[in-house]
């Protein structure tokens, strides 16, 4: 494991800011006495998000206002929170889902989200890395989902999408793992927070394995103070990645469609 991990006095990049997960973050960093960059799209959120943090937490912090589905978005959020800083923890959080039929929603649509879900978390690791292995030091923290352990129906991209995350991830934590850096794939199920809506995945009640935005962020970071690993959080959470990875693949199939067609 190295040395013991230290927040205080350094910055962390966190994407996706604005609200669940990501904000839960920028929330439990600054608690530690972490300085944040925190990005997204809502400027107004960010802004007053970041005046929150100052005020109760006495950290620094830098607004990045970034639609990363745009060409080039990454580069240019790397370039503006290491401008005169040296970021030490990535946080990749920034993601979106589609419930539907894939030949009924628009493409264009999809596409943005592969470049949010995974072009842009491939490409800001990857300034990450370059900018950390030299010190030796630093760590990445990859938001996927158990989604990424099966394939789904009805989300398909989505979960095709944290797939792609889960297995860069893990295996840039092997890549790294003698030099210094700590990656942590993080692999929430459900998670009381905006996502449901905007995807079009509510429950008519609390799904099994139900988590909150502060207990995925204290197993997050739980796992990056031991070094770094793969986390799912929530017994039951855990159990289902399993299952799935051992079942008959095409009966795990079937139960995500019949499960995705419950959901309203």
């Known amino acids: 494991m190295g040395a013991a991990w230290e ?18 973050f920028v929330r439990a960093l600054a608690r530690r006495g972490m300085n944040v960059v925190l990005a997204a799209r809502r400027e107004d959120r960010l802004r007053a998000l970041a005046d929150a943090l100052r005020t109760g937490f006495g950290v620094e912090t830098a607004v990045v206002p970034v639609d990363l589905a745009k060409p080039g978005a990454a580069g240019v959020l790397w370039l503006e929170a290491s401008d005169g800083r040296v970021i030490h923890l990535l946080v990749n959080n920034a993601g979106f889902g589609l419930k539907g039929r894939f030949d009924e929603l628009p493409a264009e649509r ?3 989200m592969v470049k949010v879900n995974c072009t842009a978390p491939l490409e800001l690791a990857h300034f990450a890395v370059r ?3 030299p010190r030796h030091e630093g760590g990445i923290i990859n938001v996927a989902s158990i989604a990424g352990y099966q394939p789904i129906p009805l989300l398909a991209t989505y979960a095709a999408s944290k797939a792609f995350v889960i297995a860069l991830s893990e295996a840039l934590a092997e890549e790294n793992r003698d030099a210094g850096l700590r990656v942590v794939t993080l692999n929430p199920g ?4 905006e996502f449901q809506e905007v995807a079009g995945t509510v429950f008519g ?5 139900l988590r909150t935005p502060g207990q995925v962020v204290s197993a997050a970071l739980a796992a990056l103070e031991a070094g770094g690993r793969t986390v799912t959080p929530g017994f039951i959470n855990r159990v289902s990645t399993l299952v799935v990875r051992v079942a008959p693949r095409g009966i795990v199939v079937r139960t995500a469609k019949t499960i995705m067609k419950k959901m309203r």
Do not use: F, K, N
């Open 7 to 24: 927040y205080r006095g350094r910055w962390a990049l966190v994407t996706g800011a604005s609200s669940g997960i990501g904000e839960e």
């Open 110 to 112: 999809q596409a943005e």
């Open 131 to 133: 900018d950390m292995r």
């Open 190 to 193: 459900p998670v009381a927070t």
């Open 205 to 209: 009640s609390d799904p099994p394995g």
